[in-house]
Each structure stands twice: as structure tokens, then as C-alpha cells.
Nanobody
């Protein structure tokens, strides 16, 4: 199973970006999916997550600005990021809990996409 992120880049404060994460490979089903980020010198943190049924979680720091969504038919996860702040600058990683068979479930990570917000 591979997770491939896209959509990162350089944006000015107040701007928007939309991240995508496409899952491919031997997938029976995908359960929870999420976006993490890691800034230099800091620990990786969970930004937002979404269950297979659509329930969502957001870190307090992004509530009201970021929206997580998924397209189950396309095995794709999205993160719409609005009102970006310099403190949102980080490498953003996609993660997914994937069932490869009816009885086997594993966690997978993407390679990351850089988001840089200039002041």
C-alpha cells in the first residue's frame, strides 16, 4: 500500500492550500485516516483525522481554519487549509489504517509534503 501526498507549497499568511493523499495498492478497506505535521525541532502532531463514517477530529490550533474530508470511492484524503499562519509551516504527512484483507490491518504513512507560510 502506498500513500502519496500532494498540494503543499509556499503561501503567504492568510492564504489557502489544499492537500491530497491518494492511497493505492492492496486495499480491502480504509478505516481512519489523518493528517499529521512536524515542524523543525518539534514532535509530530495530529492535525486532523476522519473515520470511515465521516466523523472528524481537529487539533485546537486548526479548528475553524482546516477541513478534512475523504472520497472513499477514490481512496483519497483531503485537507483544505484556510487562513494559514506562519506557525502552520511544517512537513505534512498523511496516515491511514488500512485493511489489506478481512483480518489484516496496518498503519501506513505517506512521504510528506512541505507547507511553508510566509509572514
Amino acid at each position: 500500500v502506498q500513500l502519496v501526498e500532494s498540494g503543499g507549497g509556499l503561501v503567504q499568511a492568510g492564504g489557502s492550500l489544499r492537500l491530497s493523499c491518494a492511497a493505492s495498492g492492496s486495499i480491502f478497506s480504509i478505516n481512519a485516516m489523518g493528517w499529521y505535521r512536524q515542524a523543525p525541532g518539534k514532535e509530530r502532531e495530529l492535525v486532523a483525522a476522519i473515520s470511515s463514517g465521516g466523523s472528524t477530529y481537529y487539533a485546537d490550533s486548526v479548528k475553524g481554519r482546516f477541513t478534512i474530508s475523504r472520497d472513499n470511492a477514490k481512496n483519497t484524503l483531503y485537507l483544505q487549509m484556510n487562513s494559514l499562519k506562519p506557525e502552520d509551516t511544517a512537513m505534512y504527512y498523511c496516515a491511514a489504517r488500512v485493511q489489506t484483507t478481512m483480518t489484516a490491518e496496518y498503519d501506513y504513512w505517506g512521504q510528506g509534503t512541505q507547507v511553508t507560510v510566509s509572514s
